[in-house]
């Protein structure tokens, strides 16, 4: 089973930008679509932004125009570039595959930690 790394959090002001990197450990050409997920405190996981094997990209309402998701096949590396953060931006981000869902019982990675606040 592949398993995923997220890095790239940290504490920014309002308006503020952050790059998270979820690093596999295999391959993940075997994946089409790899998402973005993200835990708000008190709340249930949510779906945030996929990209495909084909780079076709899809994000909730709320980050249009704000994030851009991506991914490195060579470097089996999927990043998550964040724009104009907002306080409800705030939660734990995670990568998975997009097929598994918010809710699967299996394998989460740690996560990393994105905090807007001023």
């Known amino acids: 089973q592949v398993q995923f790394v997220e890095s790239g959090g940290g504490l920014v002001q309002p308006g503020g930008s952050l790059r998270l990197s979820c690093a596999a450990s295999?391959?993940?050409?075997?994946?089409?679509?790899m998402a973005w997920y993200r835990q708000a405190p008190g709340k249930q996981r949510e779906y945030v932004a996929a990209?495909?094997?084909?780079?076709?990209?899809n994000y909730i309402d709320s980050v249009k125009g704000r994030f851009t998701i991506s991914r490195d096949n060579d470097r089996n590396t999927v990043f998550l570039q964040m724009n104009n953060l907002k306080v409800e931006d705030t939660a734990v981000y995670y990568c998975?595959?997009?097929?598994?869902?918010?809710?699967?019982?299996?394998?989460w990675g740690q996560g990393t930690q994105v905090t807007v606040s001023s």
């Open positions: 990209v495909t094997t084909t780079r076709k990209t």
């Open positions: 998975n595959d997009r097929s598994l869902g918010p809710n699967h019982d299996g394998y």
């Open positions: 295999g391959s993940i050409l075997g994946i089409f679509s």
